[in-house]
């Protein structure tokens, strides 16, 4: 999330609108219902190492190729425009939810309750494999973002500024959609469609910190998983033995969040 916002240079981007997460959730999806062989009671995660690295990899894959079609089709005249590119997104997240509801028309019962419960979002099948298969991707874009701070805080002021600064803008919008589609893409092959949290950590880390990546970056990294834990202990306690889906949650809290944080904006804007 921080760094698609520090991408477009807006604190109201989300890696939802680049296509990471509806590809994630086509590849996860297309991971259930089109390899039954390989079970679908959850997202395969009784299927031992293969069948987690399998969800895993399916939902990175769909969701990369996602964003590189996003990016292929942005680009104009070796140029890639914030506007065009976040046009182009909702075209494709568009598409990918319409590949959603094929799987979803395709699925047996068994998987379509599958499909359903990941969509919503969970922690509930995430155990110790699930996180080891997850955490080489994790720490790979962590270490990779290190490098990424000085850049994007160039990069705030301006694609023309940035370039008069020797920095290789089109290389860093390239990394740092790559990283979020790694990144993005893994954890909800593991989690599910947890919607907003990458789009909230950052802001509010800001609102603490200012607007340094060298803050924004690691604050919203630790922000945001205290958010899902918290989110994950609500969902667990609220109506217990009751537990509620973790993206409900999120959106719940969320969107209306996101409406406001859009009304602040268009305030402050006149």
Do not use: K, Y
């Amino acid at each position: 999330g921080a760094l698609v916002q520090g991408l477009f240079r807006n604190p109201l981007a989300d890696p939802g609108l680049i296509g990471v997460n509806a590809g994630a959730a086509l590849g996860a999806a297309g991971f259930i219902v089109l390899l039954p062989l390989l079970g679908a009671a959850t997202v395969g995660f009784q299927l031992g190492l293969w069948g987690v690295a399998g969800a895993m990899l399916s939902a990175f894959a769909l969701s990369l190729l996602t964003t590189a079609l996003v990016w292929r089709l942005a680009r104009q005249h070796g140029q890639v425009a914030v506007t065009r590119l976040l046009l182009v997104g909702v075209a494709v997240n568009a598409l990918a939810g319409s590949g959603l509801g094929l799987l979803s028309h395709l699925a047996t019962d068994s998987q379509l309750r599958a499909l359903s419960f990941w969509m919503l979002g969970s922690l509930a099948p995430s155990h110790w494999l699930a996180v080891a298969c997850v955490l080489p991707a994790v720490l790979l874009s962590a270490l990779l973002c290190v490098t990424l701070p000085a850049s994007l805080n160039t990069l705030s002021l301006g694609e023309a500024q940035a370039r008069l600064s020797g920095v290789d803008v089109l290389r860093l919008q390239r990394r740092c959609v790559a990283l979020a589609a790694l990144s993005v893409g893994s954890v909800t092959a593991v989690i599910g469609m947890v919607g907003f949290i990458g789009l909230l950590a950052p802001h509010a880390v800001r609102l603490l910190t200012g607007p340094d990546h060298r803050a924004v970056l690691p604050g919203s990294a630790l922000l945001g998983a205290s958010l899902v834990l918290l989110a994950d202990t609500v969902a667990r306690t609220a109506f217990a033995p009751v537990e509620l889906p973790l993206g409900v949650l999120t959106g719940l809290i969320g969107a209306p969040t996101f409406l406001w944080l859009l009304r602040q904006r268009s305030h402050a804007a006149t």
